[in-house]
């Protein structure tokens, strides 16, 4: 029969979710505005090792139970490249995948060329989790697991091949920094006053 000890968590709606991406080709965004990205030059997207190297951490991100990924939302990545590297030929893969009116409509951010209608060098990989949180829960709960998040891609970036270290980003870990800052400032003045 049915174990009852084992609690399985509620899935949250996908559309309440917190998102999160990974993003490889970037090393930062610029200091004096913070919107304009800083390019990994070394990030050499049409070799096999990068490509294997992106599918692995993926692969890797959805088994750590800790991490709470969505197994029900695939990445862009994993949709475009689901058997393993494609070496140069990834150029051409990504095209015809963006030639698909859907694809481009839900994805077609996810890849970044210096060439209209993603021609060109790519610049950037950008894989989005549907992770299973709210994204607008207790800031407190969020940055737990933000640093679970942390923790996981800064001993995968210790470990990747040169130029296929990735960033983090999410709405979510934004409010919750903004939260958190307010809370403290709020704390700091009533023990001051």
Same mark, same amino acid.
């Given at each position: 029969?049915?174990?009852? *000890? %084992? #609690? /399985? $968590?509620p899935k #949250?709606?996908? =559309?309440?979710?917190?998102? @999160?991406?990974?993003?490889? &080709?970037? *090393? &930062?965004?610029?200091?004096?505005? &913070?919107?304009m990205p800083v390019y990994n030059?070394?990030?050499r997207p049409l070799e096999n090792d990068t490509q294997d190297w992106i599918s692995r951490v993926l692969k890797? !991100? *959805?088994?750590? %139970? =800790? +991490?709470?990924v969505r197994e029900d939302f695939n990445t862009s990545f994993e949709i475009m490249v689901p058997s393993g590297p494609h070496g140069p030929a990834l150029q051409e893969v990504i095209q015809r995948f963006f030639n698909d009116t =859907?694809?481009? %409509?839900?994805f077609g951010g996810d890849v970044g060329t210096d060439g209209p209608g993603h021609d060109g060098r790519i610049l950037f990989i950008r894989s989005t989790f549907? /992770?299973? !949180? +709210?994204s607008s829960s207790n800031p407190y709960d969020l940055a737990k697991l933000h640093g679970k998040w942390e923790d996981f891609l800064r001993e995968q970036n210790?470990?990747?091949? +040169? &130029?296929?270290?990735a960033i983090m980003t999410s709405d979510a870990w934004v409010l919750m920094a @903004?939260? +958190?800052?307010?809370? $403290? =400032?709020?704390?700091t003045a009533f023990s001051t006053a």
């Open positions: 029969g049915i174990d009852c *000890r %084992e #609690v /399985v $968590e #949250v709606a996908a =559309s309440k979710a917190l998102k @999160l991406q990974l993003i490889w &080709g970037i *090393r &930062g965004y610029d200091d004096t505005d &913070g919107i030059s070394d990030f890797t !991100a *959805r088994a750590t %139970e =800790s +991490l709470k =859907s694809n481009y %409509e839900h549907t /992770v299973n !949180a +709210l210790a470990n990747a091949p +040169l &130029g296929a270290e @903004l939260q +958190l800052g307010i809370i $403290e =400032s709020t704390l």
